[in-house]
């Protein structure tokens, strides 16, 4: 089993920055694809980024591309998600995910089996 926990969120001007990291205990990350995700009031859970396992490969949501950056240090099972130039409609709640084994990059919920607990980003205007 695999305990993720998000942190960094928090409340941010248009325009400005935040980063997420997401840590994994009880197992490492090991060679598992991590992807973020993120879920508006009332809205479906939207793919953001991922990243894989082995000299690693990302992908992003067109929405996000060139300004959000994800990155991962497997000798400490972090995974991080670096957002600039943030928008109101940002806003949600962030969560990071695992694969169970590596399938290649996924970008549906049901590609992932574990899941953190989310962390807010809320972006004013």
């Known amino acids: 089993q695999v305990q993720l926990v998000e942190s960094g969120g928090g409340l941010v001007q248009a325009g400005g920055s935040l980063r997420l990291s997401c840590a994994a205990s009880?197992?490492?990350?090991?060679?598992?694809?991590v992807g973020w995700f993120r879920q508006a009031p009332g809205k479906g859970r939207e793919f953001v980024a991922t990243?894989?396992?082995?000299?690693?490969?990302?992908y992003y949501a067109d929405s996000v591309k060139g300004r959000f950056t994800i990155s991962r240090d497997n000798a400490k099972s972090l995974v991080d998600l670096q957002m600039n130039s943030l928008r109101p409609e940002d806003t949600a709640v962030y969560y990071c995910?695992?694969?169970?084994?590596?399938?290649?990059?996924?970008?549906?919920?049901?590609?992932?089996?574990?899941w953190g607990q989310g962390t807010q980003v809320t972006v004013s205007s």
């Open positions: 990243t894989t396992w082995n000299s690693p490969n990302t």
């Open positions: 995910a695992a694969q169970r084994l590596p399938i290649g990059i996924g970008t549906r919920p049901n590609d992932y089996a574990y």
């Open positions: 009880g197992r490492t990350f090991g060679n598992r694809n």
